[in-house]
C-alpha cells in the first residue's frame, strides 16, 4: 500500500512562489508517473504536473507550464511542486498522486495523499 503525506501549502500572495512536497512510502514502479493535482470550490479535480520516477519525464497542464516544475529526489522517495508567479486563481487543494495513468481522454490515479490548501491573495 502506497502512502502519500503532502506539505507546504498556505497562504501567499499573488506572484509569490511556494514549494509543495509530497513523502512517499510504500512499493513504487520506476515507470509509473507521480505527481499533483489540484480542486479549486466548486471544480472537479484537475491534473497540474506528473514526473516519472526513472527518467524524470515531466508533464504539465497548460496553465501552469512555465512556472510550475515538477520534480523528485529518489533518494527520499519524495516528489516536489515548485510553484512560481502564483495567481489567484492557483487557489485549490492540492493533491500529490501516485500511480498516474494518462489516456486520450483524461488521467486515473491509483493513490492519493490527503490534500494541502494553497491559497493565493490578490
Known sequence: QVQLVES???LVQAGDS???SCAVSGPTLSTEIMGWFRQAPGNDREFVAGVTWDDASTYYANSVKGRFTVSRDNA????YLQMTSLKPED???YYCAADIKRYRSGYSVKYWGQGTQ???SS
Do not use: C, F, P, S
Request: hydrophobic share 45%; net charge positive; glycine share 18%.
Open 8 to 10: 507546504g501549502g498556505g
Open 18 to 20: 511556494l514549494r509543495l
Open 76 to 79: 527520499k522517495n519524495t516528489v
Open 91 to 93: 487557489t485549490a487543494i
Open 118 to 120: 494553497v491559497t493565493v
